[in-house]
């Protein structure tokens, strides 16, 4: 009987490592996107009254 709650451990560690990968690849992307947006719209945006 301890063969599957060994196995079944090792599932959820690997499925918890897999989701950290995709959060952290996701958070990547939001942070390019975010840059690419302020370089795209320029040095006067931080210029501009608001």
Do not use: C, H, N, Q
Not at 13 to 39: C, E, K, M
Request: overall charge positive; cysteine-free; hydrophobic content about 55%.
């Amino acid at each position: 009987m301890a063969e599957p709650v060994d196995r079944d451990a090792g599932l959820l560690a690997r499925r918890r490592r897999r989701s950290i990968a995709l959060a952290l690849v996701l958070g990547a992307l939001v942070v390019i996107f975010y840059v690419l947006t302020i370089v795209k719209m320029g040095p006067g945006l931080f210029e501009r009254p608001l």
